[in-house]
Protein backbone atom coordinates (compact mmCIF):
# COMPACT_ATOMS: atom_id res chain seq x y z
CA UNK A 1 0.00 0.00 0.00
CA UNK A 2 1.22 3.49 -0.48
CA UNK A 3 2.26 6.18 1.57
CA UNK A 4 1.22 10.01 1.81
CA UNK A 5 4.13 12.42 2.29
CA UNK A 6 3.16 12.55 5.68
CA UNK A 7 3.90 8.58 6.41
CA UNK A 8 6.95 8.81 4.32
CA UNK A 9 8.23 11.63 6.48
CA UNK A 10 7.51 10.14 9.61
CA UNK A 11 8.81 6.71 8.14
CA UNK A 12 12.29 7.71 7.57
CA UNK A 13 12.31 9.76 10.67
CA UNK A 14 11.27 6.30 12.04
CA UNK A 15 13.79 4.31 10.31
CA UNK A 16 11.35 2.27 9.26
CA UNK A 17 10.25 1.25 6.06
CA UNK A 18 6.57 1.84 6.27
CA UNK A 19 4.07 3.62 8.65
CA UNK A 20 -0.08 3.78 8.97
CA UNK A 21 -2.20 6.20 10.20
CA UNK A 22 -2.64 5.23 13.94
CA UNK A 23 0.67 3.52 14.75
CA UNK A 24 2.89 5.29 17.12
CA UNK A 25 6.33 5.86 16.60
CA UNK A 26 9.78 6.97 18.37
CA UNK A 27 10.91 9.27 15.90
CA UNK A 28 14.58 11.34 15.50
CA UNK A 29 13.80 15.25 15.02
CA UNK A 30 15.59 17.32 12.22
CA UNK A 31 14.68 20.50 14.16
CA UNK A 32 13.77 21.61 17.22
CA UNK A 33 12.65 25.36 16.89
CA UNK A 34 11.24 27.51 20.31
CA UNK A 35 10.44 31.28 21.35
CA UNK A 36 10.00 33.24 24.16
CA UNK A 37 6.35 32.55 24.34
CA UNK A 38 7.57 29.06 26.54
CA UNK A 39 11.04 28.45 26.36
CA UNK A 40 11.60 30.67 30.48
CA UNK A 41 9.57 27.27 31.51
CA UNK A 42 11.38 24.74 29.80
CA UNK A 43 14.89 25.81 30.88
CA UNK A 44 12.97 26.03 34.25
CA UNK A 45 12.07 22.69 33.57
CA UNK A 46 15.28 21.60 32.12
CA UNK A 47 17.32 22.13 35.42
CA UNK A 48 15.32 20.58 37.35
CA UNK A 49 16.37 17.38 35.73
CA UNK A 50 18.50 14.60 37.62
CA UNK A 51 20.64 14.65 34.31
CA UNK A 52 20.62 17.62 32.51
CA UNK A 53 21.95 17.46 29.03
CA UNK A 54 21.51 18.14 25.23
CA UNK A 55 21.53 15.44 22.48
CA UNK A 56 22.57 17.51 19.66
CA UNK A 57 23.02 21.40 20.07
CA UNK A 58 23.17 21.74 16.56
CA UNK A 59 19.57 21.36 16.31
CA UNK A 60 18.01 23.55 18.67
CA UNK A 61 16.98 27.16 17.01
CA UNK A 62 15.69 29.83 19.61
CA UNK A 63 14.09 33.10 18.36
CA UNK A 64 12.99 36.09 20.75
CA UNK A 65 10.08 37.27 18.87
CA UNK A 66 6.64 37.33 20.68
CA UNK A 67 7.13 40.70 22.84
CA UNK A 68 10.17 42.48 21.24
CA UNK A 69 11.22 44.37 22.20
CA UNK A 70 10.35 43.81 25.66
CA UNK A 71 7.60 45.45 27.25
CA UNK A 72 7.54 44.99 30.96
CA UNK A 73 9.91 43.84 33.83
CA UNK A 74 8.61 39.95 33.91
CA UNK A 75 9.10 39.75 30.16
CA UNK A 76 12.67 40.85 30.60
CA UNK A 77 13.75 38.54 32.87
CA UNK A 78 12.12 35.55 30.76
CA UNK A 79 14.31 36.99 27.99
CA UNK A 80 17.07 37.35 30.04
CA UNK A 81 16.86 33.85 30.96
CA UNK A 82 16.68 32.37 27.52
CA UNK A 83 19.56 34.56 26.41
CA UNK A 84 21.93 33.48 28.81
CA UNK A 85 20.94 30.04 28.87
CA UNK A 86 21.21 30.04 24.89
CA UNK A 87 24.63 32.35 25.24
CA UNK A 88 25.96 29.05 28.12
CA UNK A 89 25.09 25.90 25.69
CA UNK A 90 26.04 27.60 22.49
CA UNK A 91 21.85 27.55 21.01
CA UNK A 92 21.56 29.40 17.78
CA UNK A 93 19.67 32.37 18.73
CA UNK A 94 17.91 35.31 17.05
CA UNK A 95 16.25 38.62 18.44
CA UNK A 96 15.07 40.93 16.74
CA UNK A 97 15.46 39.16 13.67
CA UNK A 98 11.64 38.42 13.09
CA UNK A 99 8.76 36.23 13.77
CA UNK A 100 9.88 32.92 14.26
CA UNK A 101 8.66 30.96 11.19
CA UNK A 102 9.43 33.78 9.04
CA UNK A 103 12.90 33.42 10.12
CA UNK A 104 13.25 29.25 10.26
CA UNK A 105 12.40 29.74 6.74
CA UNK A 106 14.55 32.22 5.38
CA UNK A 107 17.55 30.18 7.25
CA UNK A 108 16.81 26.66 8.39
CA UNK A 109 14.11 24.66 7.07
CA UNK A 110 14.83 22.68 4.28
CA UNK A 111 12.11 19.64 2.50
CA UNK A 112 11.88 16.14 4.11
CA UNK A 113 12.56 17.14 7.36
CA UNK A 114 11.00 16.51 10.49
CA UNK A 115 11.09 19.36 12.76
CA UNK A 116 9.17 20.21 16.17
CA UNK A 117 8.06 23.73 17.39
CA UNK A 118 7.23 25.04 20.53
CA UNK A 119 4.45 27.45 18.76
CA UNK A 120 1.29 25.94 16.97
CA UNK A 121 1.92 27.80 13.43
CA UNK A 122 4.73 25.68 13.03
CA UNK A 123 2.86 23.81 10.59
CA UNK A 124 4.12 26.66 8.17
CA UNK A 125 7.35 24.72 6.93
CA UNK A 126 5.06 22.18 5.11
CA UNK A 127 5.52 25.09 2.70
CA UNK A 128 8.67 23.66 1.39
CA UNK A 129 7.76 19.87 1.96
CA UNK A 130 8.71 20.13 5.88
CA UNK A 131 6.73 17.91 8.06
CA UNK A 132 6.58 20.74 10.94
CA UNK A 133 4.21 20.36 13.87
CA UNK A 134 3.56 22.47 17.01
CA UNK A 135 4.27 21.08 20.55
CA UNK A 136 4.72 22.55 24.45
CA UNK A 137 7.71 22.96 26.51
CA UNK A 138 7.70 18.96 27.98
CA UNK A 139 7.15 18.17 24.45
CA UNK A 140 10.41 20.29 23.26
CA UNK A 141 12.24 19.25 26.45
CA UNK A 142 12.06 15.76 26.31
CA UNK A 143 13.28 15.91 22.39
CA UNK A 144 16.38 18.48 23.52
CA UNK A 145 17.06 16.32 25.85
CA UNK A 146 16.66 12.59 23.84
CA UNK A 147 16.57 14.32 20.23
CA UNK A 148 13.74 11.62 19.73
CA UNK A 149 10.06 11.88 20.18
CA UNK A 150 6.99 9.86 20.17
CA UNK A 151 4.17 10.77 16.67
CA UNK A 152 1.01 9.33 16.19
CA UNK A 153 0.91 8.74 12.60
CA UNK A 154 -1.46 11.03 11.19
CA UNK A 155 -4.60 10.32 8.37
CA UNK A 156 -3.90 12.88 5.54
CA UNK A 157 -7.02 15.37 3.83
CA UNK A 158 -5.94 15.96 0.55
CA UNK A 159 -6.38 19.19 -0.89
CA UNK A 160 -6.74 18.91 -5.08
CA UNK A 161 -5.79 22.52 -6.45
CA UNK A 162 -6.63 23.81 -9.77
CA UNK A 163 -6.92 26.75 -11.61
CA UNK A 164 -5.85 30.06 -10.09
CA UNK A 165 -6.85 33.11 -7.74
CA UNK A 166 -8.62 35.85 -9.65
CA UNK A 167 -6.90 39.28 -9.39
CA UNK A 168 -7.79 40.69 -6.22
CA UNK A 169 -8.04 37.09 -4.29
CA UNK A 170 -5.15 36.05 -2.57
CA UNK A 171 -3.78 32.61 -0.21
CA UNK A 172 -5.34 33.74 2.98
CA UNK A 173 -9.05 34.22 1.45
CA UNK A 174 -8.01 30.63 0.00
CA UNK A 175 -6.75 29.32 3.53
CA UNK A 176 -10.11 30.82 5.26
CA UNK A 177 -12.18 29.34 2.83
CA UNK A 178 -10.87 26.32 3.57
CA UNK A 179 -10.94 26.70 7.38
CA UNK A 180 -14.39 27.51 7.13
CA UNK A 181 -15.52 24.49 5.10
CA UNK A 182 -13.69 22.09 6.74
CA UNK A 183 -14.27 23.81 10.32
CA UNK A 184 -12.29 24.54 13.13
CA UNK A 185 -11.76 20.60 14.18
CA UNK A 186 -11.84 19.61 10.68
CA UNK A 187 -8.49 18.31 10.36
CA UNK A 188 -8.43 17.78 14.25
CA UNK A 189 -4.87 15.44 14.67
CA UNK A 190 -4.69 15.14 10.73
CA UNK A 191 -2.16 15.91 8.26
CA UNK A 192 -3.36 18.84 5.43
CA UNK A 193 -1.77 17.74 1.94
CA UNK A 194 -1.93 20.24 -1.57
CA UNK A 195 -0.94 19.75 -4.25
CA UNK A 196 -2.03 19.42 -8.06
CA UNK A 197 -1.90 21.97 -10.90
CA UNK A 198 -3.28 24.92 -9.14
CA UNK A 199 -0.27 24.78 -6.36
CA UNK A 200 1.85 25.67 -9.38
CA UNK A 201 0.28 29.31 -9.88
CA UNK A 202 1.45 29.68 -5.98
CA UNK A 203 4.30 31.52 -4.83
CA UNK A 204 6.38 30.57 -1.70
CA UNK A 205 4.89 33.31 0.11
CA UNK A 206 1.58 32.32 -0.35
CA UNK A 207 2.58 28.46 0.29
CA UNK A 208 3.97 29.81 4.02
CA UNK A 209 0.57 31.88 4.40
CA UNK A 210 -1.76 28.64 3.88
CA UNK A 211 0.60 26.25 5.72
CA UNK A 212 0.50 28.69 8.41
CA UNK A 213 -2.98 28.74 9.22
CA UNK A 214 -4.05 24.88 9.29
CA UNK A 215 -3.19 24.54 12.46
CA UNK A 216 -6.83 26.64 12.93
CA UNK A 217 -8.31 23.64 11.35
CA UNK A 218 -6.93 21.27 14.31
CA UNK A 219 -4.23 20.12 11.68
CA UNK A 220 -0.75 18.67 13.09
CA UNK A 221 1.33 19.38 10.49
CA UNK A 222 0.41 20.96 6.45
CA UNK A 223 2.23 19.69 3.51
CA UNK A 224 2.89 20.54 -0.01
CA UNK A 225 4.53 18.78 -2.73
CA UNK A 226 8.02 19.62 -3.81
CA UNK A 227 8.29 21.48 -7.07
CA UNK A 228 10.55 24.00 -9.40
CA UNK A 229 9.06 26.54 -6.85
CA UNK A 230 10.53 25.29 -3.85
CA UNK A 231 13.67 24.19 -5.14
CA UNK A 232 14.16 27.71 -6.62
CA UNK A 233 13.25 29.11 -2.68
CA UNK A 234 15.86 26.94 -0.68
CA UNK A 235 18.71 27.32 -3.74
CA UNK A 236 18.31 30.88 -3.16
CA UNK A 237 18.39 30.37 0.56
CA UNK A 238 21.54 28.18 -0.05
CA UNK A 239 19.82 24.90 1.28
CA UNK A 240 19.04 21.62 -0.56
CA UNK A 241 16.06 19.35 0.16
CA UNK A 242 16.80 16.18 2.98
CA UNK A 243 14.16 14.42 1.02
CA UNK A 244 12.01 15.75 -1.76
CA UNK A 245 8.67 13.17 -0.67
CA UNK A 246 5.31 12.95 -2.76
CA UNK A 247 2.42 11.29 -1.95
CA UNK A 248 2.10 8.18 -3.83
CA UNK A 249 -0.67 7.04 -6.15
CA UNK A 250 -2.33 4.49 -4.12
CA UNK A 251 -1.41 6.31 -1.13
CA UNK A 252 -4.78 6.19 1.01
CA UNK A 253 -6.38 9.54 2.21
CA UNK A 254 -9.11 10.37 4.80
CA UNK A 255 -10.72 12.31 2.14
CA UNK A 256 -9.79 14.27 -1.20
CA UNK A 257 -10.80 17.32 -1.58
CA UNK A 258 -10.72 19.10 -5.80
CA UNK A 259 -10.59 23.28 -5.32
CA UNK A 260 -10.67 25.25 -8.07
CA UNK A 261 -9.45 27.95 -7.19
CA UNK A 262 -10.58 30.53 -9.49
CA UNK A 263 -13.80 30.20 -7.52
CA UNK A 264 -12.33 31.60 -4.29
CA UNK A 265 -13.53 35.14 -3.36
CA UNK A 266 -12.16 37.55 -0.39
CA UNK A 267 -12.89 36.42 2.61
CA UNK A 268 -12.82 37.74 6.52
CA UNK A 269 -13.42 35.61 9.27
CA UNK A 270 -15.53 37.03 11.80
CA UNK A 271 -14.98 37.30 15.55
CA UNK A 272 -14.79 35.22 17.52
CA UNK A 273 -13.37 32.30 15.85
CA UNK A 274 -11.29 31.67 12.76
CA UNK A 275 -13.72 29.28 11.07
CA UNK A 276 -16.12 31.83 11.42
CA UNK A 277 -15.96 33.13 7.61
CA UNK A 278 -17.78 35.54 5.54
CA UNK A 279 -17.77 37.07 1.90
CA UNK A 280 -15.74 40.47 2.55
CA UNK A 281 -18.06 42.47 1.08
CA UNK A 282 -20.84 41.05 3.35
CA UNK A 283 -18.92 42.57 6.28
CA UNK A 284 -18.31 46.05 4.40
CA UNK A 285 -19.13 48.35 6.15
CA UNK A 286 -18.17 47.79 9.95
CA UNK A 287 -16.18 50.20 11.48
CA UNK A 288 -12.72 49.61 12.56
CA UNK A 289 -10.04 51.20 14.89
CA UNK A 290 -7.15 49.58 14.12
CA UNK A 291 -5.53 47.38 11.66
CA UNK A 292 -2.55 45.50 11.41
CA UNK A 293 -0.33 44.29 8.17
CA UNK A 294 1.75 41.88 9.62
CA UNK A 295 3.15 38.37 11.48
CA UNK A 296 4.05 35.21 10.21
CA UNK A 297 0.81 33.95 8.14
CA UNK A 298 1.18 37.46 5.91
CA UNK A 299 4.01 39.81 6.94
CA UNK A 300 6.50 38.64 3.95
CA UNK A 301 7.72 41.51 1.20
CA UNK A 302 4.93 40.13 -1.00
CA UNK A 303 2.00 41.39 1.13
CA UNK A 304 3.72 44.23 1.74
CA UNK A 305 3.58 45.17 -1.92
CA UNK A 306 -0.06 44.26 -2.20
CA UNK A 307 -0.71 46.69 0.73
CA UNK A 308 1.45 50.00 -0.52
CA UNK A 309 -0.01 49.28 -4.02
CA UNK A 310 -3.11 49.81 -2.53
CA UNK A 311 -3.02 52.81 0.14
CA UNK A 312 0.00 54.60 -2.32
CA UNK A 313 -0.97 58.50 -2.58
CA UNK A 314 -3.62 57.64 -0.67
CA UNK A 315 -4.34 58.34 3.68
CA UNK A 316 -5.25 56.22 6.39
CA UNK A 317 -8.14 56.88 7.81
CA UNK A 318 -8.24 59.32 10.47
CA UNK A 319 -9.91 57.23 12.84
CA UNK A 320 -7.56 54.42 12.55
CA UNK A 321 -4.26 53.05 13.73
CA UNK A 322 -2.41 51.32 10.79
CA UNK A 323 0.01 49.06 12.18
CA UNK A 324 2.79 47.90 9.49
CA UNK A 325 5.13 44.99 10.70
CA UNK A 326 7.39 43.43 8.26
CA UNK A 327 7.89 39.46 9.02
CA UNK A 328 11.31 39.60 10.08
CA UNK A 329 14.61 41.90 8.82
CA UNK A 330 15.33 40.53 5.56
CA UNK A 331 11.60 41.47 4.51
CA UNK A 332 11.95 45.07 6.33
CA UNK A 333 15.32 45.52 4.69
CA UNK A 334 14.03 44.51 1.23
CA UNK A 335 11.06 47.02 2.25
CA UNK A 336 12.90 49.90 2.68
CA UNK A 337 14.85 49.24 -0.77
CA UNK A 338 11.87 48.56 -2.73
CA UNK A 339 9.99 52.14 -0.96
CA UNK A 340 7.41 50.26 0.12
CA UNK A 341 8.32 51.59 3.78
CA UNK A 342 8.00 55.47 3.09
CA UNK A 343 4.74 54.50 1.14
CA UNK A 344 3.14 53.75 4.25
CA UNK A 345 4.72 55.82 6.13
CA UNK A 346 3.89 58.77 3.52
CA UNK A 347 0.12 57.13 3.96
CA UNK A 348 0.10 57.48 8.00
CA UNK A 349 1.14 53.77 8.84
CA UNK A 350 3.02 53.11 12.22
CA UNK A 351 5.60 51.03 10.95
CA UNK A 352 7.08 48.84 13.72
CA UNK A 353 9.93 46.61 14.01
CA UNK A 354 10.08 43.02 13.09
CA UNK A 355 7.94 41.01 16.13
CA UNK A 356 4.28 38.97 16.51
CA UNK A 357 3.01 42.58 17.72
CA UNK A 358 -0.64 42.59 18.37
CA UNK A 359 -1.31 39.50 16.03
CA UNK A 360 -0.96 37.78 19.89
CA UNK A 361 -2.16 40.70 21.75
CA UNK A 362 0.45 40.76 24.12
CA UNK A 363 2.72 43.29 22.87
CA UNK A 364 2.10 46.56 20.72
CA UNK A 365 -1.08 47.79 19.58
CA UNK A 366 -3.11 46.19 21.85
CA UNK A 367 -6.71 46.69 21.73
CA UNK A 368 -9.31 48.75 24.11
CA UNK A 369 -12.92 47.38 25.25
CA UNK A 370 -15.42 47.70 22.45
CA UNK A 371 -12.51 47.91 19.91
CA UNK A 372 -12.56 46.22 16.65
CA UNK A 373 -9.54 45.27 15.09
CA UNK A 374 -8.82 43.64 11.09
CA UNK A 375 -5.98 41.95 11.24
CA UNK A 376 -3.22 39.40 8.80
CA UNK A 377 -2.50 37.89 12.40
CA UNK A 378 -3.16 34.55 12.63
CA UNK A 379 -6.28 34.32 15.31
CA UNK A 380 -9.42 36.18 16.08
CA UNK A 381 -10.36 34.49 19.48
CA UNK A 382 -12.00 36.69 22.12
CA UNK A 383 -9.54 39.02 23.75
CA UNK A 384 -6.74 37.88 20.76
CA UNK A 385 -5.90 41.27 20.92
CA UNK A 386 -6.50 43.17 23.97
CA UNK A 387 -9.29 43.41 25.93
CA UNK A 388 -11.87 40.49 26.34
CA UNK A 389 -14.55 42.47 25.05
CA UNK A 390 -12.84 43.54 21.62
CA UNK A 391 -13.22 42.03 18.17
CA UNK A 392 -10.86 41.40 15.46
CA UNK A 393 -11.79 40.13 11.84
CA UNK A 394 -9.02 38.68 10.06
CA UNK A 395 -8.45 39.35 6.32
CA UNK A 396 -5.75 39.40 3.47
CA UNK A 397 -3.50 42.13 3.20
CA UNK A 398 -5.13 43.74 0.51
CA UNK A 399 -8.59 43.55 2.51
CA UNK A 400 -6.59 45.19 5.36
CA UNK A 401 -5.27 48.08 3.91
CA UNK A 402 -8.44 49.06 1.78
CA UNK A 403 -9.99 48.82 5.45
CA UNK A 404 -7.38 51.21 6.71
CA UNK A 405 -7.99 53.56 4.44
CA UNK A 406 -11.87 53.35 4.23
CA UNK A 407 -12.24 53.03 8.09
CA UNK A 408 -14.29 50.43 7.74
CA UNK A 409 -14.23 46.86 6.69
CA UNK A 410 -14.30 47.17 2.52
CA UNK A 411 -12.12 45.47 -0.33
CA UNK A 412 -9.39 46.77 -2.68
CA UNK A 413 -11.59 47.82 -5.08
CA UNK A 414 -13.68 49.84 -3.08
CA UNK A 415 -10.88 52.03 -1.76
CA UNK B 1 -15.86 13.68 43.95
CA UNK B 2 -15.42 16.68 42.77
CA UNK B 3 -17.48 20.16 41.25
CA UNK B 4 -17.83 20.48 37.31
CA UNK B 5 -16.83 23.70 35.96
CA UNK B 6 -18.72 23.80 32.85
CA UNK B 7 -17.49 25.62 29.14
CA UNK B 8 -18.75 25.18 25.87
CA UNK B 9 -17.28 24.21 22.34
CA UNK B 10 -14.06 25.60 20.93
CA UNK B 11 -12.62 26.57 24.13
CA UNK B 12 -9.35 28.34 22.89
CA UNK B 13 -5.79 28.17 25.16
CA UNK B 14 -5.98 32.01 24.97
CA UNK B 15 -9.18 31.81 27.04
CA UNK B 16 -7.66 29.14 29.04
CA UNK B 17 -4.53 31.35 30.47
CA UNK B 18 -4.63 34.93 28.30
CA UNK B 19 -0.90 35.83 26.25
CA UNK B 20 -0.23 38.76 28.48
CA UNK B 21 0.54 36.19 31.37
CA UNK B 22 1.74 33.62 29.65
CA UNK B 23 5.33 35.18 29.72
CA UNK B 24 5.02 35.51 33.68
CA UNK B 25 8.46 33.75 35.07
CA UNK B 26 6.14 31.02 36.85
CA UNK B 27 2.67 28.70 36.69
CA UNK B 28 2.17 29.91 40.02
CA UNK B 29 2.13 33.48 38.94
CA UNK B 30 -0.27 32.75 35.95
CA UNK B 31 -2.39 30.43 37.10
CA UNK B 32 -4.50 33.43 39.18
CA UNK B 33 -5.99 34.20 35.67
CA UNK B 34 -6.93 30.87 34.63
CA UNK B 35 -10.21 30.97 32.21
CA UNK B 36 -10.24 34.92 33.32
CA UNK B 37 -12.40 35.70 30.01
CA UNK B 38 -15.34 33.04 30.10
CA UNK B 39 -15.30 32.83 34.12
CA UNK B 40 -13.67 35.70 35.91
CA UNK B 41 -14.33 33.48 39.83
CA UNK B 42 -13.16 30.19 38.14
CA UNK B 43 -9.66 30.48 39.72
CA UNK B 44 -10.83 31.94 42.87
CA UNK B 45 -13.62 29.04 43.16
CA UNK B 46 -11.94 25.75 41.48
CA UNK B 47 -10.89 23.52 44.89
CA UNK B 48 -8.31 20.58 44.28
CA UNK B 49 -10.35 17.89 43.12
CA UNK B 50 -12.90 19.35 40.72
CA UNK B 51 -13.50 18.87 37.12
CA UNK B 52 -13.73 20.91 34.14
CA UNK B 53 -15.84 19.48 31.21
CA UNK B 54 -16.53 20.86 27.57
CA UNK B 55 -18.27 20.39 24.54
CA UNK B 56 -15.86 19.64 21.23
CA UNK B 57 -12.98 21.06 20.21
CA UNK B 58 -11.42 21.58 23.69
CA UNK B 59 -7.76 23.62 23.85
CA UNK B 60 -7.54 24.59 20.40
CA UNK B 61 -5.00 27.24 19.12
CA UNK B 62 -1.82 28.38 20.45
CA UNK B 63 0.56 25.83 21.69
CA UNK B 64 1.19 27.19 24.89
CA UNK B 65 1.67 24.56 27.52
CA UNK B 66 0.76 26.96 30.51
CA UNK B 67 -3.06 26.47 29.61
CA UNK B 68 -3.02 22.83 30.87
CA UNK B 69 -0.33 23.75 33.15
CA UNK B 70 -2.48 26.65 35.30
CA UNK B 71 -5.37 24.07 35.52
CA UNK B 72 -2.97 21.11 37.35
CA UNK B 73 -1.83 23.73 39.54
CA UNK B 74 -5.45 25.10 40.31
CA UNK B 75 -6.08 21.29 41.45
CA UNK B 76 -8.32 20.02 38.13
CA UNK B 77 -8.77 16.35 38.87
CA UNK B 78 -9.25 15.84 34.94
CA UNK B 79 -10.74 17.56 32.05
CA UNK B 80 -13.54 15.24 30.25
CA UNK B 81 -14.90 16.88 26.92
CA UNK B 82 -16.13 15.42 23.67
CA UNK B 83 -13.44 16.47 22.11
CA UNK B 84 -9.86 17.92 22.32
CA UNK B 85 -7.43 19.66 19.91
CA UNK B 86 -4.65 17.57 19.35
CA UNK B 87 -1.71 19.76 21.55
CA UNK B 88 -3.34 20.73 24.35
CA UNK B 89 -4.35 16.94 24.63
CA UNK B 90 -1.10 15.49 24.30
CA UNK B 91 0.17 18.85 26.50
CA UNK B 92 -2.13 17.98 29.46
CA UNK B 93 -0.63 13.57 28.78
CA UNK B 94 2.89 14.81 28.93
CA UNK B 95 2.59 17.09 32.19
CA UNK B 96 -0.01 14.32 33.79
CA UNK B 97 -3.16 16.08 33.58
CA UNK B 98 -6.11 13.72 32.65
CA UNK B 99 -7.34 14.35 29.53
CA UNK B 100 -10.97 12.35 29.04
CA UNK B 101 -12.89 12.17 26.23
CA UNK B 102 -16.62 11.50 26.65
CA UNK B 103 -19.29 12.14 24.16
CA UNK B 104 -22.52 11.81 26.59
CA UNK B 105 -21.73 13.98 29.32
CA UNK B 106 -21.32 17.47 28.55
CA UNK B 107 -24.90 17.78 27.55
CA UNK B 108 -26.55 15.65 30.37
CA UNK B 109 -24.62 18.12 33.46
CA UNK B 110 -24.32 21.41 34.98
CA UNK B 111 -21.84 23.29 36.15
CA UNK B 112 -22.01 22.79 40.26
CA UNK B 113 -23.18 19.15 39.99
CA UNK B 114 -21.11 16.78 42.12
CA UNK B 115 -18.53 14.21 39.87
CA UNK B 116 -16.78 10.97 40.38
CA UNK B 117 -14.25 10.43 37.72
CA UNK B 118 -13.09 6.06 37.40
CA UNK B 119 -10.13 6.29 35.08
CA UNK B 120 -9.67 2.44 35.40
CA UNK B 121 -13.27 1.56 35.11
CA UNK B 122 -13.50 4.16 31.97
CA UNK B 123 -16.73 6.12 33.44
CA UNK B 124 -17.54 8.95 35.15
CA UNK B 125 -20.69 9.42 37.78
CA UNK B 126 -22.93 12.24 37.98
CA UNK B 127 -25.96 12.91 39.95
CA UNK B 128 -26.26 8.61 39.69
CA UNK B 129 -26.02 8.39 36.26
CA UNK B 130 -22.79 6.74 34.56
CA UNK B 131 -20.98 7.83 31.47
CA UNK B 132 -18.95 5.82 29.33
CA UNK B 133 -15.31 7.34 28.85
CA UNK B 134 -12.95 6.45 25.48
CA UNK B 135 -9.64 4.91 27.39
CA UNK B 136 -6.28 6.79 26.39
CA UNK B 137 -4.44 4.52 23.99
CA UNK B 138 -1.90 1.94 26.21
CA UNK B 139 1.11 4.23 25.01
CA UNK B 140 -0.35 7.59 26.34
CA UNK B 141 -1.94 6.06 29.20
CA UNK B 142 1.47 4.54 30.35
CA UNK B 143 2.76 8.53 29.99
CA UNK B 144 0.20 9.79 32.32
CA UNK B 145 0.98 6.84 34.56
CA UNK B 146 4.32 7.74 35.39
CA UNK B 147 3.25 11.30 36.24
CA UNK B 148 4.15 12.71 32.96
CA UNK B 149 6.56 12.84 30.46
CA UNK B 150 9.52 14.27 32.14
CA UNK B 151 9.64 11.60 34.67
CA UNK B 152 11.16 8.97 32.03
CA UNK B 153 14.53 11.04 31.74
CA UNK B 154 14.76 11.09 35.33
CA UNK B 155 15.03 7.42 35.52
Redesign the interface.
Same mark, same amino acid.
Given at each position: MGMTMAEKIIAAAAGVASVKPGDIHTVELDRLMSNDGTTHLTIDMYNKLKNPRIADVNKLVWIVDHNVPCDSVKTAASHKKMRDFAKEHGIQFYEGEGVCHQVMMERHVTSGELIFGADSHTCAYGAVGAFGTGVGCTDYLYAMVTGKSWLLVPETLKFNLTGKLNDGVYARDFILSIIGMIGANGANYMAMEFGGEGLKTLNMSDRICICNLCVEAGAKTALMEVDEITLDYLKAHGREPKHSFKSDEDAVFAKVYDIDLSTIKPIVAKPHFVDSVADAKECAGTKIDEAFLGSCNNGRIEDLRVGAAIIRGKKVHPLVRFLVVPASAEVYRQALAEGIIDTFMEAGAIVMNPNCSVCWGSCQGVIGEGETLISTGTRNFKGRAGHKDSFVYLASAATVTASAVKGEIATADMV | MGKIFKFQQ !?V?T !??II???Y??????DEMKGHAF? $? =?DPDFASQVQPGDYVVAS??FG?? &? &? +???A? $?VLKALGVQAVVAK &?F? +??FY +? #?AI #??GLPVIVCKDLHDNVNAGDEMELSMQEGVVRVNGKEYACTKL?E?MQGILDQG? =??A &? =??E
Open positions: - | !DD !DQASQIIFPTIE $S =LENCG &S &S +REQP $S &SA +RI +R #N #NIPYG =LI &S =LN
